[in-house]
Each structure stands twice: as C-alpha cells, then as structure tokens.
C-alpha cells in the first residue's frame, strides 16, 4: 500500500501509529527502519514523519529506504509554502494552544537567546508534524531523537506520544534535554537497557517511574548471519572492523592510538573505519601523523548491503567509545560471529559479558584496547568461543521480530487504554 507524501493524509486503516524521527531514512539509524519495517508486518498500519529529508540522493538508496521514502512524509522535504499552510491551519484552529505553545517553546529555551531561537525552530517543525498525524488520524505517535518537537506536537495538538531514550547524549544535560517535563508528558518511555532507564528514572519524578519500559533494540540475525569467509586468512592481515558515525563520541582516536601500538610491535593488522562525521579531517591527520596510512582505511557511510560485506570480511570488532547506549553495531557483529572488543562504558556490558560475548576494556586505554586486541589475534580457539557465545547472546536477548513484538505489545497496552 503506498501512501502519497503530499499535504494530503494518508488514507488509513483505524488506529494509525505515528512515527516521529528526526532523519529517514539514513545510514546511521537503520535499527529505526529495521523496527518500522517489523511494527508494519505485525499489523501496525505506521505513519512516519521524518523532521528532514534522506542523507543520500533518492538513487542512492537501497531498495528498502526507496520504499520507506516514499511511504515517508517530510516536514522539511515540502518547502516553505506547506510549513506556511500548517501553521495556518493551526493558528486558526488552535488560537489560544498554539500561542501558549509557542510561549512554552521559548521558555523552555531559557534566557540564552541561541536556545531559545533553536526552540522556536522544534515549534516550527511541531506544527508541521503535529498538523499532519491529526489530519492521518494518528493519535499517538512515537518518537526517536526528535523528542522536543514531540513534546511540542503534543502539547499543542493534544496527542499522545511515546518517546525512546538511546543515551549517552539525552543524558549529558538532562535539564537541557528537558528530560523531566518529557517523561512526565509522555504516554510511555522505552529505554534500551537498565542503565538507560537508570538515567532516566534519574532524571525523572518518582511517580512517573512506572511508565519507564525497557525494550531492548535488536537485530535480524537471518540478516547478518555468519560468513564461512568470516576465518581469518593467516597469510594476510589481522581484518579490525568499526562501524560508527566518526563522532568524540565514539573515541576513534583512541583506537588509532591502539592500532599504531599493534603496529609498532610489528603486529600486520588492517582497521577500516566505516562511516562519516565531524571527525574525519581529524582522522585524517592522525592517521597520516601515525603512519598508518596503508593500515587504516576510511570507508565513508555505507549501505546496509555494503555494511554486511565489511562484516563478513572481518576477523575481529573494535569499538573504543567514551560513552554509548547499547549499540546496534555491535548486536549486528556479535550475530556474524565476529568477536568484539568494547570500552565497559553505559549499556556495553548489558550486551556483552567481559569474557564470555566478547572483551571488554577501560575506556580512554590504547594500551589495554590493543592487547585486548592482541589477544584476539593470537588464539583462534577464543575467537571461536566468544563468536559463539555472542551469537547465542544476540538470539536470546537481541533478537529484532521478538524485541519488536514487546515493543507491539507495549503500543497495544496504551493504546488500548486512551
């Protein structure tokens, strides 16, 4: 069933569920579509809204994006005479809400004249949102990384919303990330893991503890199954793969850092870094100050497809980040077999146990990061058991259609009950 993406709503089964994200899709949240993908084949008739247009150009899409893309409507992606037309509609409709929403925006914004502009755009962008999923007939919608314009949406249109806290970032500065008002707003609150909900209920009134879920994310390990080629080739380099947006972050840095030690003992290791961001003319110039550039490889963002065939020619994961929630790239690694090495930061031991799944490591540690590394590299036996184990460990907590299934029976619940 394909629905049009022009200012008229989607023609629709009776309870639609709205989808509120802040980019889709895009290469570096493919668990959001993965999960859209699942609701969908579970019966759940889902409008997506996404705040901005695709990173890449329509022809650069995979199969999968092109459909979700035109299933998708854009609050951005219609120029200015649909957000002109939204506001309208919601300033005739909705007079006394709609300037009281916008007073909240500002206020929310603080005295800081920046933030308060920034707000002010999250009310500009709601009321684009919001006006379509009232027009589609989604009374609740949910929310990943667009939080603010959700709550705003709400606010105004007097919907319902649910709202998926990652981490690390909501957690940096709750006050900012206005995690108090959201949770008290919100119909429900799904966190990926114990120290998510931790950072939450932290953050959070006591009584609204009880609307705060844990509802892991998860992958399809038909999708990433493991490769016969995943055994490494004695005769060539010892393959490090790490997937991740080049971001502080994720401490690339640092595993630099730790290649160059490898390498300094004249350990043959290949690390390819896989994804885009900020960071890379930084890398850049570290690699070429480290003098690893026939060692690491910068491979840009990649399709899910591309993404699959890194895996497979990899014979260990490395991820060196100074903060995470429970990372999807690492639940796709464990289901190929590929064993990983991790900083113990946030919700990385909520997925992988120290010795057991994989290795675990201090962050902020090139030397420990690289013997953790080293040690992969000279056993195999171990690389066979950990690979083992993590696979085990994905299919028995990380599983994509059963964690999105609780995540159905979760919408079902509220729904049921508005």
Partial sequence: MIHSTGDEPWSSPPVPLGYLVSQYPTVSHTFILREIRTL??????????????????????????????RLTFSVLGGGLLRILRAHLRALLRRPLAYAATLWYAIRLGGWDVRRAAAHVGYFAEAVVAGDYLVRAGAGHFH?????TPALLAARLFQLHFSLTIHGSGEFDDVAAFHMAEKVARATFVATIGKFGASQTMRASAPRHWGKIHTLPLGVDPGDFAPQPHSIPDAAGPFRIL??????????????????ARMAEKGRNVELTLVGDGPERHSLEQAIAELRLAGAVHLAGPCNHDRVIDFYARTDAFALASFAEGVPVVLMEAMAMKIPCVATWVAGVPELIRDGIDGLLVPPADPEALAAALEKLMDDPALRARLGDSARRRVLECYDLKRNSARLGETFRRYLKAQ
């Fill in 40 to 69: 969908r084949a579970l019966g759940f008739d889902v409008r997506v809204v996404s705040i901005r247009q695709p990173d890449r150009s329509p022809d650069q899409l995979s199969p999968e994006e092109a459909e979700e893309l």
């Fill in 242 to 259: 790490c997937v991740g947006s080049l971001v502080p972050a994720k401490a690339h840095h640092m595993l630099l850092a730790a290649i």
């Fill in 143 to 147: 929310t990943h990384f667009s939080s």
